[in-house]
Each structure stands twice: as C-alpha cells, then as structure tokens.
C-alpha cells in the first residue's frame, strides 16, 4: 500500500483495471452459457422429436389413461325379445367399435405426440428461465466492470490529486449496482396471469 500514495494511483488504477477485466470475462462467459444453453434445448428437443423410446415412459402413462377413459361397451343382451340374427348384428357393431378404440397404433401414436410436446415445451420453459437468470448475471458484472473503469479513470484524470479524485469517482462512478429481481418462473407467471384475470371478472 506504500506505493498508492497522494500523488501515485497506480497500483489501485492497475487493481481496479484486473477486476473490471474479470467481471467482463464473467459476463462474456455467461453469454456463452446462454448460447450454449439454447443449443442444447434445441438438440434435446430435437433429439425427443426423432427418438420415440426417450418419451415412452410418459407416452406408456398417457395411453393407459386413454384406455383407461373409455367406457367398456356392455355384452349382455336381453335376448327375450330380440332375435337370435339381431344380437349377431349388434354384437359384430360393438366388436367392430371396441376394435377401433383399442387400436395401438393409433393411441400409441396420441400418446407419443402428447408426451413429446410436453418434454419440448418443459425444455423451452428451462432455456427461457436459465436465459433470464443469466441475462440478469450479464447485466450485474457489466454493471460492475464499468463501475471499476469509472474508478479507474477518475484516478488516472485527477493526477494524483486525492481531493480531485474523490470528486471525480463521485461523479463518474455508478451510484447503484445491482443484481437485479430473480425472474419469475413460467408457473408463477401463470398464476398471476390468472389471479389480474379473475380479479378484473370480479
């Protein structure tokens, strides 16, 4: 500390220079993230939209509810005053029904694009919510690095004046930094959209 002297700023304008540098770095690093982030959802996303076996757990549940919906057809006939051809018929009809509402393809198919828009928008909400609180890192050490800039430059413009320096680090440094409000997630963005509408209703 003997060499920052009244008439030598040099070593605190150096030490203010490292960290402005260091918050940048911080800041760069989580723009990266957030590219880094949004690629990987995207190739998630992607990677559940051609490869069906990464939702079947989810589709399997979905299409046991589907069969699980759905009335089952009853058999028993009252055959006292219909004819024996009659219940035929409307034995094959309700055969001929029950066959296309159990059709596995067909509900496997429902199912697998159910479970996969669900898996795809719950990446998207991640990447969204990982963006905001990364935007809002950014925000904070930018904040920061041109605060210590701002020190710096006062020290290197009052020339080794202390009263002239403090004047200059009042005007040019920043009076408020910080990190900002934690973003909401999209449940509770949900429920206050929800809660403004049924407030206005009432």
């Known amino acids: 500390m003997e060499s920052c002297t009244k008439?030598?700023?040099?070593?605190?304008?150096?030490?203010?220079?490292?960290?402005?540098?260091?918050?940048?770095?911080?800041?760069?690093?989580?723009?990266?993230?957030?590219?880094?982030?949004?690629?990987?959802?995207f190739s998630m996303?992607?990677?559940?939209?051609?490869?069906?076996?990464?939702s079947s757990p989810l589709a399997n549940y979905i299409t046991e509810l589907f069969g699980n919906s759905f009335p089952k057809p009853a058999r028993e006939v009252d055959d006292t005053n219909v004819s024996a051809d009659k219940i035929s018929l409307l034995l094959k009809s309700i055969d001929s029904?029950?066959?296309?509402?159990?059709?596995?393809?067909?509900?496997?198919?429902?199912?697998?694009?159910?479970?996969k828009l669900v898996i795809t928008l719950s990446l998207a909400f991640f990447a969204i919510y990982a963006m905001?609180?990364?935007?809002?890192f950014i925000k904070?050490?930018?904040?920061?690095?041109?605060?210590?800039?701002?020190?710096?430059?006062?020290?290197?413009?009052?020339n080794g004046d202390f009263e002239k320096?403090?004047?200059?680090?009042?005007?040019?440094s920043s009076s408020h930094i910080s990190m900002g409000k934690t973003p909401d997630t999209i449940y509770e963005d949900t429920i206050k959209t929800l809660t403004k509408a049924i407030l206005k209703k009432q």
């Open 97 to 115: 029904l029950e066959a296309k509402r159990i059709n596995s393809n067909v509900a496997k198919g429902i199912s697998d694009s159910i479970s």
């Open 165 to 172: 320096a403090i004047k200059l680090i009042e005007v040019l």
């Open 7 to 41: 008439n030598n700023f040099a070593l605190a304008i150096d030490e203010l220079h490292k960290n402005a540098r260091r918050a940048n770095m911080i800041s760069i690093s989580m723009t990266y993230f957030i590219i880094i982030v949004v690629m990987l959802m």
């Open 140 to 158: 904070y050490y930018s904040q920061l690095s041109n605060h210590y800039n701002s020190l710096a430059a006062a020290f290197i413009a009052s």
């Open 45 to 54: 996303s992607f990677y559940v939209q051609k490869n069906s076996s990464f």
């Open 132 to 136: 905001k609180i990364s935007i809002m």
